[in-house]
């Protein structure tokens, strides 16, 4: 018996899901906040919501009614009676019931009139209904893909605004002038709890993401000790558990005392952010025991050593030279030459910084060798120190109290001068045949040539063998003169008398 072939079934196609068009016009959607339920007015700010960022310009007509349902207040127009007694008399008559508001839609609709704020460029005013949002729709650790922008703005408006009143508390009460008064008093006051959580969190996502510099800029500028502390231990903890950061660790130290001396404006808290700074570089510089061969731990010598200069702390900056130069008799021989160069540049450095009575503070905190006369001769004191590194000592006295920069600037400058005195004699000779008086200006004219032709270099015998032409200055050419001799022998102290 023959079995019938199956055949397919046919079957109807499956009908495809159209997509949704987008809204073009939030007219509905506004038209529901006013209605009484609670349930419509909530949806409809979830829809608004979400369609907000285009359709901005039409939610904005609608902003009084959105800051009154953030608020807890009634709609439009409601609240015309002073009275809480009357208008609720007027409620009792027409059996309406006074519409009630849960958390949730007032922070959506905070949340919904702050996008509009934003989209208006009233950073301010969207701050201000943001921080009443919540955390779901103003998330600063970890803000959706679509709402950074918005984000971004607000937490810079925030940061603007607590370092405002932060400067404002720690400098106290300034007089301002009657318009900057009221235009502050017109201004709605915000929250300084809510913005310090903001800040706060800023610095929590500034310590996820390792931009610890930014976090101390901020820190910085809103004169926090406390923050400024906390963000210095987490970076030496952060360079402690994750390797090959030290670098970057020294880097935003480099950073922060830069920032120190050009952001903060209070001398007090410069004074104190900086000691922070210093005690930071020194907990780096000394966790490293004795080994400063890398040049991570040089620079960060090397700035501890700026910075405790900036502050006037002598007594520092000679102990850290001293282990800079102490180095030699623990590392090998081409380390500790490095190290105790490195010492012997920095003291050149202190030099160079002009602060004569802070340079012998210096000189003074550095060991000197002591030699005891003993029956079988001479015999060092200090025998704990290798004579290697006692020389670099003697050199390091040298450089700070010996004079020796002064001898390298003389020397190079006279070995590198140009001056021809047959160029001067030549013009003073044409002086003298145009028969000048005496109280020429030329003469002074020539005096000042020569003063810059030899400045630094103590050639001075052009003017050894004119005395008689020298003298020919009078009045103020003469307080001249004496300035251009003192040009040429500054580098030496003996002959500039």
């Known amino acids: 018996m023959a079995t019938a072939l199956a055949m397919p079934i046919p079957t109807s196609p499956t009908p495809q899901k159209r997509p949704r068009l987008p809204i073009a016009t939030a007219s509905g959607l ?28 039409e939610v904005a007509e609608a902003l009084p009614d959105l800051e009154a349902i953030a608020e807890g207040g009634a709609l439009g127009g409601e609240e015309e009676e002073d009275n809480d007694d009357t208008s609720m008399a007027v409620d009792n008559s027409t059996g309406a019931a006074a519409v009630v508001f849960d958390t949730l839609t ?45 984000v971004e703005r607000l937490v810079n408006a925030a940061i603007g ?20 008064v009221k235009e502050e008093e017109e201004e709605e006051e915000l929250d300084m709890d809510k913005l310090q959580s903001v800040v706060h969190l800023m610095f929590e996502r500034c310590y996820q993401d390792g931009h610890y510099g930014h976090a101390l800029g901020v820190a910085f500028e809103s004169m926090e000790k406390d923050k400024v502390a906390e963000i ?33 404006t209070s001398k007090n808290f410069r004074v104190e952010a900086l000691t922070l700074v ?4 020194e907990q780096l510089v000394l966790s490293k025991n ?21 502050l006037g702390e002598a007594e520092a900056v000679g102990k850290m030279i001293t282990l800079l130069i102490d180095a030699t008799t623990k590392a090998t021989d081409e380390e500790g030459e490095d190290t105790a160069l490195l010492g012997l540049q920095l003291c050149f450095d202190i030099v160079d910084s002009g602060d004569e009575a802070f340079v012998t503070k210096v000189a003074q ?7 005891v006369e003993g029956s079988s001769g001479e015999t060092d004191a200090n025998d704990t120190r290798s004579e290697i590194t006692w020389a670099y ?49 030329l003469h002074n004219c020539a005096v000042t040539a020569h003063g810059y032709l030899t400045a630094g270099t103590t050639n001075d015998s052009f003017l050894r063998d004119n005395l008689d032409w020298m003298k020919k200055a009078s009045n103020w050419y003469v307080v001249f003169l004496c300035c251009w001799l003192l040009c040429v022998t500054c580098q030496y102290s003996t002959q500039s008398h």
Request: aromatic content about 8%; hydrophobic content about 40%; overall charge neutral.
């Open 106 to 150: 007032r922070q959506k609709a905070a949340a919904l009139a702050s996008r509009v704020f934003f989209h208006l460029e009233e950073p301010r005013q969207a701050l201000r209904l943001a921080l009443e949002s919540g955390n779901e729709y103003f998330n600063v650790l970890s803000p959706k893909v679509e709402d950074e922008a918005y």
């Open 30 to 57: 506004l038209a529901l906040l006013s209605e009484p339920d609670p349930t419509l007015v909530q949806h409809a700010l979830t829809k608004l919501l979400s369609v907000v960022d285009t359709l901005w310009h």
């Open 161 to 180: 605004e607590y370092v405002k009143k932060r400067r404002g508390e720690f400098d106290g009460a300034t007089v301002v002038s009657g318009g900057a």
């Open 393 to 441: 000592f003697s050199n390091a006295h040298r450089v700070l109290t010996g004079g020796f920069t002064s001898e390298l600037s003389l020397s190079f400058l006279y070995k590198n001068s140009n001056f021809d005195k047959l160029i001067m004699t030549n013009l003073k000779k044409a002086l003298e045949e145009r028969g000048m008086s005496r109280n020429s200006v």
């Open 365 to 371: 905190c550095l060991p000197k060798q002591v030699v």
């Open 278 to 281: 210093a005690s930071t570089l």
């Open 232 to 264: 210095l231990d987490r970076l030496l903890t952060s360079s402690s558990s994750t390797s090959g950061s030290e670098e970057k660790v020294v880097s935003t130290l480099k950073y922060a005392l830069q920032s120190a001396q050009t952001l903060i």
């Open 290 to 310: 004795g080994d400063y061969s890398s040049t991570n731990t040089k620079e960060a010598a090397c700035t501890l050593v700026l910075c405790r200069q900036i």
